[in-house]
């Protein structure tokens, strides 16, 4: 069996700062998405409301908006979809 030679690899900590689609959202903009989802999916709200902004992932998110839109009136499931999917590729963007 061949030998495996592993390089090292040096990372500048300046460098962190650039990933992108970690979990965390900033935890002002989780009670805005609370308050206004309220009105549209109080269900949800009261469902995931709780949870700690700082451990929420994409895809805990996209669980999320999926709930909120079943829970939707059907005239606001386009909008309500399209604004979602807008807010979690501001909270999680991938490059």
């Known amino acids: 069996m061949p030998d495996i030679?592993?390089?090292?690899?040096?990372?500048?900590?300046?460098?962190?700062?650039?990933?992108?689609?970690?979990?965390?959202?900033d935890p002002t903009i989780w009670s805005q998405?609370?308050?206004?989802?309220?009105k549209y999916c109080p269900a949800t709200v009261k469902q995931y409301g709780g949870m700690d902004p700082s451990t929420i992932t994409q895809p805990v998110?996209?669980?999320?908006?999926?709930?909120c839109v079943a829970e939707m009136?059907?005239?606001?499931?386009?909008?309500?979809?399209l604004q979602l999917n807008d807010g979690i590729a501001k909270a999680f963007p991938q490059e």
């Open 5 to 25: 030679l592993c390089d090292t690899i040096d990372i500048d900590l300046d460098d962190l700062d650039k990933v992108v689609g970690g979990a965390g959202i």
């Open 33 to 38: 998405v609370k308050e206004k989802a309220g």
């Open 61 to 67: 998110a996209r669980q999320m908006a999926d709930a």
């Open 73 to 81: 009136p059907w005239r606001d499931k386009l909008p309500g979809r």
